[in-house]
């Protein structure tokens, strides 16, 4: 099963729900992970994991346990994930 992109003149589709998700933030130019020791950010929690890990030498959830924040981030909306092909 996969979920295709619905943004004009984008044809990419993603095995994953949350794969999808992800590219759709980067089409609204939504970036939710943000980096509190640089100040980058982020549309993916993937990406943000491999910058903490090369830059920073932590994983993510070690830099999320020391900020008091262990819950991960809720599909925005779970009627996205229905729209596959």
Do not use: W
């Not at 933030?25 to 993916?44: D, E, I, L, T, W």
């Not at 943000?48 to 999320?64: E, N, P, Q």
């Not at 924040?69 to 925005?76: A, E, G, V």
């Amino acid at each position: 099963m996969k979920y295709a992109c619905d943004f004009p003149d984008c044809r990419k589709t993603f095995p994953t729900c949350g794969l999808l998700e992800d590219h759709i933030k980067m089409h609204q130019g939504v970036r939710p992970y943000n980096c509190a020791n640089c100040g980058c950010s982020f549309f993916a929690r993937a990406r943000f994991a491999v910058h903490l890990s090369k830059y920073h030498r932590t994983s993510i959830r070690d830099y999320y346990h020391v900020s008091g924040l262990l819950k991960r981030d809720p599909p925005s909306d779970a009627n996205d994930c229905l729209k596959h092909l």
